[in-house]
């Protein structure tokens, strides 16, 4: 009879568990496999194949505990959702399925974490795979006309965009919450010294805590990968084969041939440091740097943040009243004008256009902070 991971005869909870992973494995074939018959480009719909014949191994492991307990294993259909998606796929294209499959992949990520059957057979992992299979199919542009190492180029300069835009609106989040606090607090009219302690304090407190927060957060990415990255050794020291199996796919879905695929995986594992440092680059998206340096990523933060803090609060120490205040508006506006435009970098919006909407949200937020002042300074009797 049919053993769970504790040693002990299946119970009826098993074997409904056993029946769920039918279904959710005759789904997950029906899908890849209506995948594949809508993918114009041959490559990836081979990926696409290999996976509805995983799917396939696992159901049929399913199919062997329910038989080995006596249960008939009951015959299965894709649900209708699958069937919806299947034909969603074959009228409008692989691609406008394959994010949604996507999020289903990543929903199924850790389906098998708590089952020791799955777990004695490798289905984690291959779940894992999968996942990763998906956002790179999703992310990496596969199946157009350019070539594999332009689409990497691409993610290139689409990493450099997103530390431009961290940074920018890094500043941006000091120059709005700060010019927020200096208005609010010129409309309650308690004094310029007040305003400009204010305007200071929340320049320190508000360039302190983003500066700890993307600490923290860096940090615990480097953890995180580490831990990955040990993972990944051990699976690479305990069954290379299907490591090597795992690369060969990816690079399918990068859009190279079956056997180029297989030639580029052959050569990585001829080196076991290199195939490590490459599994960990393609399969989990880890760099040399594991995630950034954390000092780095909070002295950016706290220097960012702070410019952007200081626009308002600079005419403060030289002016006071309508002055100061107009001062603020003016060298806040210019900031914020600023780096709508830089932000265009990322977007490839039209610099003007960028440039007047962050200036106009930016200045409103002034405008109702400052009204809000006003209201609270004359309800105090300021």
Do not use: C
Not at 146 to 175: F, K, Q, W, Y
Not at 306 to 320: C, D, K, Q, R, T
């Amino acid at each position: 009879m049919a053993r769970t991971g504790q040693g002990s005869p299946p119970s009826g909870d098993d074997i409904e568990r056993y029946k769920n992973n039918i279904r959710d494995e005759v789904d997950g074939a029906a899908l890849y496999r209506a995948l594949a018959e809508a993918e114009e480009d041959e490559h990836l719909a081979e990926v696409y194949r290999r996976l509805a014949d995983t799917e396939d191994r696992h159901r049929a492991l399913w199919v062997e505990h329910l038989e080995a307990a006596g249960v008939t294993p009951p015959k299965y259909t894709p649900s209708r959702r699958v069937r919806l998606l299947g034909w969603t796929a074959r009228r409008f294209g692989a691609g406008v399925v394959a994010p949604i499959a996507t999020r289903m992949e990543a929903n199924a990520y850790t389906m098998y974490d708590d089952q020791p059957e799955a777990q004695a057979h490798n289905l984690p992992r291959d779940e894992r795979s999968h996942a990763r299979l998906f956002r790179e199919i999703s992310s990496g542009g596969v199946g157009s006309t350019v070539p594999p190492i332009a689409r990497i180029e691409g993610r290139h300069r689409a990493a450099s965009g997103n530390a431009l835009r961290a940074a920018v609106l890094g500043m941006n989040d000091g120059l709005v919450s700060n010019l927020g606090l200096v208005m609010g607090m010129a409309g309650a009219n308690p004094g310029p010294n007040v305003v400009l302690g204010a305007g200071l304090a929340g320049l320190i407190a508000g360039a302190l805590s983003m500066a700890l927060g993307e600490w923290i957060s860096v940090q615990n990415s480097r953890e995180y990968f580490r831990h990955q990255l040990q993972v990944e050794r051990d699976e690479l020291d305990v069954m290379p084969d299907e490591e090597k199996e795992e690369l060969t796919l990816i690079y399918q879905a990068k859009g190279f041939s079956l056997e180029e695929a297989r030639a580029m995986a052959e050569r990585v594992f001829t080196d076991h440091e290199e195939a490590l440092n490459t599994l960990a680059r393609e399969e989990l998206g880890i760099g040399d740097e594991l995630g950034g340096n954390p000092w780095t990523a909070a002295l950016v933060s706290l220097i960012m943040v702070s410019i952007g803090a200081s626009m308002p609060v600079i005419p403060w120490f030289f002016l006071e009243g309508w002055p100061a205040v107009g001062g603020s508006l003016i060298f806040a506006g210019f900031a914020l004008a600023v780096s709508g435009a830089l932000i265009t970098f990322y977007t490839a919006r039209n610099v003007w256009f960028s440039a007047a909407r962050m200036m106009l949200f930016g200045l409103g937020t002034a405008a109702v902070t400052y009204g809000i002042g006003t209201l609270i300074g004359a309800g105090a009797g300021i």
